[in-house]
């Protein structure tokens, strides 16, 4: 058995993977254990929760790949530090530590950390991201789009994957960067960098997209075919410890919003313009690829790969037929990306495609479980009151509470791998009632009023419920609800009649589907709304203690924590 430890790290969302004979047996994010949100740190207790998973010690491994270059990396900072001298001394002084500390040692750093002695690998960052997008996917052959901040260099590339091989042969290069100009908006619009361009995705269907010509005039030339130029006096990221100029806020007549302050009419249009022209810069870039390719399958990664919105558009409106994304499309995905590149192209070994297999990636669920006795153990040193009633009578019952507008917190199995709770540690409620998206929102999440909730449906009744006919199984594809069941669904539905998909099949969870299933024959409706097990700036529950004390600190109703179930109103205070 030919065992590969993948990791990213030192950017955002560091991560680690493990691959048996090119099969994903584990894969996590460091920031589940930390606590940190998208935590950016060495993932040493991901790979430890790794090893443990496939039951091996670090000296089992046959190769360690680190999912991106750093001395390629650190040759452009220097270059564009020297290139905008003595402009960017400030952020050179503040990133200079780090790389001399950490970054250029981390060849020396993964051998003294791990102690290992055996092979040490070093992947391109989009090589990377384009591998976990094709190596994973369902398709023989499918063209290839990754676009995100930036790599080494590379902003977005674009290529072709056939078999076990896969070649780039197109890219945007830094300063240039789709990713980047969305996250300057992030910036702009009072949202973290790296982790609030969800937000103003959610914001957008607010607004109108009244400056998108003011974009497209000064801040971007986008040509037919999808390559772009930014025009670099609007952003200071090159060297600035912010990313948007000062004639950058001139231009939309005023300085960035403080997170604090209320979000404006003026504001939500920023929202929708900068999201309409990331999707036109998506949409040409596809069409383009397609015409190159002449493929029919696409499959995406990286940060941008998350705007659900626009991979919605991509597969209504170009002439692909089939979209794969990978569900940690980000940085964490890296890690997965850079061993399978090892797998498939090092070692050259083929992939093993099969009829009718939705993918290779395992439902994304790839991380941590924890067993019946586990999870018991805890519940008594807690003073938790429980019961455990047969498959039957708990589905039953999570189906009632649901139905009965009780809110559910759902922990079953392994955990998700990505930033989608995708069944196993989710939080849900009944899609049918309208207070339910505020209720979720502010009794539970704690977060921004406008942001959306995901609907989860049956795969085989998703199209009764959206104009939708591709399978969207790691809540990646955004589409229009149907017009007569907006009224029925109102809480997933968006206030553009939108909604962001996850269509749950038996295949990748059991258990999940079995309890829509359960509910729609209790109520006629197989859709839940679906959020994960988590608080507003927190990242997703790892344990079962994490989870019982986010039920216990929020306003859920019911606990299902494995085959157990916990009532709110029967626990013990002072928790």
């Known amino acids: ?138 398709f023989k052959s499918a063209a290839i789009y990754t676009v995100d901040g930036v790599g080494e260099w590379t902003t977005t590339s674009l290529g072709r994957g056939e078999d076990n091989r896969i070649e780039l042969n197109q890219e945007i290069r830094f300063p240039h960067s789709l990713g980047l100009l969305y996250s300057s908006f992030t910036y702009y619009l009072g949202f973290k960098v790296n ?6 995705m959610g914001l957008a269907p607010y607004g109108s997209p009244v400056y998108a010509d003011q974009i497209r005039d000064e801040l971007i030339n986008i040509q037919d075919d999808g390559a772009f130029e930014l025009n670099p006096s609007y952003f200071n990221y090159e060297v600035g410890l912010e990313m948007a100029s000062q004639q950058f806020c001139e231009l939309f007549g005023g300085p960035p919003r403080k997170p604090s302050e209320p979000l404006t009419t003026k504001q939500k249009d920023i929202a929708a313009s900068i999201q309409k022209v990331t999707e036109e810069v998506v949409l040409r870039t596809a069409r383009h690829l397609h015409r190159e390719t002449g493929e029919v399958n696409l499959c995406m990664a990286g940060g941008v790969a998350l705007n659900c919105v626009a991979n919605g558009r991509v597969i209504r409106e170009t002439p692909f037929e ?43 669920l790839l991380g941590t479980e924890y067993s019946e006795s586990a999870i018991e153990d805890f519940l008594k040193e807690a003073s938790a009151v429980f019961t455990k009633p047969p498959e039957k009578e708990l589905l039953a019952e999570t189906a009632e509470c649901l139905s009965q507008g009780g809110v559910v917190g759902w922990y079953q199995g392994r955990m998700e791998f990505g930033p989608r709770a995708l069944g196993n540690r989710s939080i849900l409620a009944d899609a049918r009632q309208p207070h339910m998206l505020d209720s979720v929102n502010l009794r539970i999440k704690y977060r921004e009023s406008f942001r959306p909730f995901a609907p989860a449906v049956l795969e085989e009744d998703m199209s009764e419920y959206f104009e939708l006919s591709h399978p969207s199984p790691y809540m990646l594809l955004v589409a229009q609800v149907r017009a007569d069941q907006r009224g029925r ?23 999940f589907h079995a309890l829509l299933a359960a509910f729609k024959a209790r109520t006629g409706c197989s859709v839940v709304l679906n959020t994960s097990f988590n608080v507003r700036g927190e990242p997703i529950v790892e344990s079962p203690a994490q989870a019982y004390r986010c039920f216990m600190r929020t306003g859920m109703d019911l606990l299902v924590l494995g085959p157990f179930v916990l009532r709110k109103a029967e626990q013990p205070t002072g928790l």
């Not at 982790?195 to 103003?200: A, Q, T, V």
């Not at 099969?354 to 994304?364: K, R």
């Not at 669904?489 to 990748?508: K, L, M, N, W």
């Open 489 to 511: 669904i109102p809480a997933v539905t968006h206030v553009d009649g939108s909604a962001r998909i996850q269509t749950v099949d038996r295949e990748r969870n059991p258990r």
């Open 1 to 138: 058995m030919t065992r590969i430890l993948g990791i990213s790290a030192y950017y955002h969302d560091s991560a680690a993977c493990l691959l048996e004979d090119g099969r994903p047996v584990a894969a996590l994010q460091e920031e589940r254990f930390s606590r940190t949100k998208h935590d950016s740190q060495f993932p040493r207790q991901a790979i430890d929760a790794c090893l443990d998973i496939a039951g091996c010690q670090i000296e089992d491994l046959d190769y360690v790949v680190f999912y991106e270059k750093p001395f390629s990396k650190f040759e452009r900072l220097l270059e564009t530090y020297l290139d905008h001298s003595p402009a960017g001394l400030r952020s050179y002084l503040k990133a200079m530590p780090l790389w001399l500390k950490d970054k250029l040692w981390i060849k020396d750093k993964l051998r003294r950390s791990l102690e290992f002695s055996g092979p040490l690998l070093f992947g391109d960052h989009h090589e990377s991201h384009a591998a976990s997008a094709f190596y994973p996917s369902p």
């Open 322 to 364: 089939r979209i794969w994304v990978q569900p940690a499309s980000g940085d964490a995905g890296g890690s997965l990306g850079a061993a399978l590149a090892v797998w498939h192209r090092y070692l050259e070994n083929p992939r093993p495609l099969e009829d009718n297999v939705c993918d290779f990636q395992a439902g994304s």
């Open 195 to 200: 982790s609030g361009e969800y937000k103003l």
